[in-house]
């Protein structure tokens, strides 16, 4: 399973992205797509001490709507599971 949201930014501005996890077995992953779904960013784990995804500080090459898709380690086989909360920076 997976979720998907969508904002618009311009060419320029900096987004930070988070997925942390709230419960359960969760492990994280981040996908941040462009205007044309090519993808330009991704993180499974912040760093060594967590396994909640972060994009930190990613300049938006171009103006449209991207797209970010909220997943989970081993997604294909279900293999963990959680409520999370996922927050959008804009700059």
Do not use: C, W
Not at 7 to 23: K, P, Q, R, Y
Not at 42 to 50: E, V
């Amino acid at each position: 399973k997976f979720g998907v949201f969508l904002f618009d930014g311009d060419a320029g501005d900096v987004a930070t992205i988070s997925m942390e996890g709230l419960n359960g077995t969760l492990d994280p992953v981040l996908f941040l797509l462009d205007p044309t779904t090519i993808q330009v960013a991704q993180n499974d784990d912040a760093n060594q001490d967590t396994t909640n995804a972060l994009i930190s500080e990613f300049t938006l090459p171009e103006d449209g709507r991207y797209i970010i898709i909220a997943t989970h380690f081993g997604a294909r086989y279900g293999v963990t599971a959680g409520d999370y909360r996922l927050t959008l920076r804009l700059n």
